[in-house]
Structures are given as structure tokens and as C-alpha cells.
């Protein structure tokens, strides 16, 4: 793999660039979509927005529903909001395996 970056090229499998991240263009690679997590984000609009519950969908109102379905997807899609949410699972996770690091992750937050 040193080899290859020595060459410029990219290793299979690296989603870094073969020149390295730069200021310019760390945050544009990180925003891309690749042909799988496209798919499942569609798959994920397809689920939301075409096989809703007609029970409440007759009980919240068709364009409530869609403006509720429309705000939780693009909240599923924001790459923060996933970190955040990643950290946190990660935090119980550590809380529940050691109890004794609670009160150092509780003065941490």
C-alpha cells in the first residue's frame, strides 16, 4: 500500500485520496455518497414515504405525515446527527460495560 501511495496511487479499498487529504478537499470526500449508501438511503425514502401505515396516515393527515417523514429522513441523512448519535451509543455502552468510569463521564459531559 506505501508503494502505491508512493506512486500516487490510491490502495484498494481507501476512500483517501491519493495525494492525501487538503484543506480544500477533506470535507467534499466526506460528503460523498458511494453507490451503497445511496441505495440504502433510497431504499430508506422508499420505506418512509411509500409504505406508510394507512392507520396513521388517516390519523395524522397525509401532509402532516409527509412533513414529519420528509424532517426524520433529512435527519437520518445529516452526517452529524449520526456522529452524535454514534458517540452517545458509545457512552452507554462504556457506562454499562464500566460503572465505575460514570461519575468520570458525568463531569465529563
Known amino acids: 500500500a506505501a508503494a502505491m501511495v508512493a506512486k500516487g496511487e490510491q490502495p484498494p479499498g481507501s476512500s483517501v485520496p491519493p495525494g492525501g487529504y487538503t484543506k480544500g478537499n477533506w470535507l467534499s470526500l466526506e460528503m460523498e455518497m458511494g453507490s451503497e449508501e445511496r441505495a440504502m438511503a433510497d431504499k430508506l425514502r422508499d420505506i418512509l414515504f411509500n409504505r406508510a401505515p394507512p392507520a396513521l396516515v388517516r390519523i395524522v393527515g397525509r401532509s402532516r405525515y409527509t412533513g414529519a417523514v420528509k424532517d426524520i429522513y433529512h ?15 458509545v457512552e452507554i455502552l ?16
Not at 435527519?75 to 451509543?89: D, E, K, R
Not at 462504556?94 to 468520570?104: D, G, N, R, S, T
Open 94 to 109: 462504556v457506562m454499562h460495560l464500566m460503572p465505575e468510569l460514570k461519575p468520570l463521564l458525568e463531569d465529563i459531559r
Open 75 to 89: 435527519i437520518l441523512q445529516s452526517p452529524t446527527f449520526m456522529a452524535q448519535l454514534g458517540h452517545g451509543m
